[in-house]
């Protein structure tokens, strides 16, 4: 009885968090305006083309002096990414970079850290899907210290907009998923003390930019 009594109560502990996580999620749109950075970052996932856009759009307010989409798949052309966004030639060419070695969240982080090195940007804006950013947000502060800072500016998720988000299977598996990748992030900080880890997960094939998120 008392394994049982045990397990409940975590049970009951574990589900008390995924909602509050989901809380977090929604809360996070509709977003505020960033303040101005010295560059923007898109993380692509399975919603890329709407979270480039976005980017570029900080891009042409002036927010940022430059966009790298982190995780372009390889197989994708520049040109089809564009016009996958449609982003405007103008600002694409001149101010778009494009990161092709990620594979995943702890990839993204790694190419992010490179990139802002590689410019000398200590502010960066962060750009992806209102679910991914609170993971996403935890590989980037493991590997991008002080006085590195960095702002949100999630993308809606329309099906975990709902606040019966439970009741839909796609909206349910999609928040359950993140949460628990979200805990294994912040189990493996506080019991291990690591940063990322070295991921050998292989690119991925769908949409037009990449495959995670």
Same mark, same amino acid.
């Given at each position: 009885m008392k394994g049982v009594a045990a397990f409940l109560v975590l049970a009951l502990i574990w589900a008390a968090g995924l909602f509050a996580f989901a809380s977090r999620v929604q809360q996070s749109t509709p977003r505020p305006e960033p303040l101005p950075a010295e560059g923007i970052v898109v993380l692509t996932g399975a919603s890329s083309n709407v979270?480039?856009?976005?980017?570029?759009?900080? !891009?042409?307010?002036?927010?940022?002096?430059?966009? !790298?989409?982190?995780?372009?798949?390889?197989?994708?052309?520049?040109?089809?990414?564009?016009?996958?966004?449609? /982003?405007?030639?103008?600002?694409? %060419?001149?101010?778009? %970079? @494009?990161?092709? /070695?990620?594979? %995943? /969240?702890?990839?993204?982080?790694?190419?992010?850290?490179?990139?802002? $090195?590689? *410019?000398?940007?200590?502010? @960066?804006?962060?750009?992806?899907? %209102?679910?991914? #950013?609170?993971?996403? *947000? @935890?590989? @980037? $502060?493991?590997?991008?210290?002080?006085? #590195?800072? !960095?702002?949100?500016?999630?993308?809606?998720?329309?099906? !975990?907009?709902?606040?019966?988000?439970?009741?839909?299977?796609r909206a349910a598996r999609l928040m359950v998923v993140e949460y628990c990748k979200y805990l294994a992030i912040l189990g493996r900080e506080a019991v291990l003390g690591m940063g990322p880890r070295e991921s050998a997960q292989p690119p991925g094939l769908p949409d037009a930019a990449q495959q995670k998120g």
């Open positions: 979270r480039i856009a976005a980017a570029v759009n900080l !891009l042409a307010e002036r927010l940022g002096k430059r966009v !790298l989409v982190s995780g372009v798949n390889r197989e994708v052309t520049r040109e089809e990414l564009r016009k996958a966004s449609k /982003t405007v030639r103008r600002l694409y %060419d001149c101010c778009v %970079d @494009l990161g092709f /070695t990620a594979a %995943d /969240t702890v990839g993204n982080a790694r190419e992010t850290a490179e990139w802002a $090195r590689a *410019m000398r940007y200590e502010s @960066l804006i962060i750009v992806t899907s %209102d679910y991914h #950013m609170p993971r996403a *947000m @935890l590989e @980037l $502060r493991a590997v991008l210290r002080p006085p #590195m800072v !960095l702002q949100t500016y999630a993308v809606a998720t329309p099906a !975990l907009k709902a606040k019966g988000w439970w009741r839909s299977p």
